[in-house]
């Protein structure tokens, strides 16, 4: 597999224990009074939004092993709902390190990506999940499904759509 070249990478462990040092972050919940309530544990937190009713965070982090070949954002990372005490009450995903995506500028990552709440439910998700390996070059009919699952995340995901094309995101409303 041919990879793809980026400036300004981890070069060594000592990078990695730097960017670790910076990335780590503790979210906490500040409500209008000034209280603030420590959510979790200190993480390396790419993403935290929460969900339209109030109710729920979408939490994205990354994890090691970490690369000295590609971004942090392909990096192994876990996708989690979090109550607002912090609990992970839902893992959406577990992606790995990904070091050789195929060639290509549509080229994706498998496994969920685009993941957002949609604005217009109270605690919906959606997100986009490559049909093809995330190889633009594969003949497929089907190259992206949009999939969608909602509080309290008993039931399975569900397809909401299903594109001959690369899913760019939604206009919720």
Same mark, same amino acid.
């Given at each position: ?42 993480? #390396? +937190?790419?993403? !935290?939004?929460?969900?339209? @009713? ?7 982090? $990354? /994890? ?32 790995? #390190? +990904?070091?050789? !995506?195929?060639?290509?500028? @549509? ?7 685009? $993941? /957002? ?57």
């Amino acid at each position: 597999t041919q990879i793809r070249t980026y400036q300004d990478l981890l070069k060594n462990e000592a990078d990695a224990r730097l960017f670790e040092h910076y990335l780590r972050s503790q979210p906490v919940l500040l409500d209008l009074a000034g209280q603030a309530v420590k959510l979790g544990s200190p993480a #390396l +937190v790419t993403s !935290l939004a929460p969900s339209p @009713d109030g109710r729920y965070l979408l939490q994205q982090r $990354i /994890e090691r092993p970490f690369s000295y070949l590609v971004p942090f954002y392909n990096f192994p990372s876990r996708i989690e709902v979090l109550d607002t005490q912090g609990r992970v009450v839902h893992e959406v995903a577990r992606l790995p #390190l +990904v070091e050789g !995506l195929p060639t290509g500028n @549509d080229a994706v990552r498998t496994g969920v990506r685009e $993941i /957002e709440w949609r604005s217009d439910a109270p605690a919906t998700l959606v997100w986009a999940e490559a049909q093809d390996g995330g190889d633009p070059s594969r003949e497929v009919a089907i190259r992206d499904a949009v999939m969608m699952q909602a509080a309290p995340f008993e039931q399975p995901p569900v397809t909401l759509a299903q594109l001959a094309m690369r899913y760019g995101g939604t206009q919720w409303g």
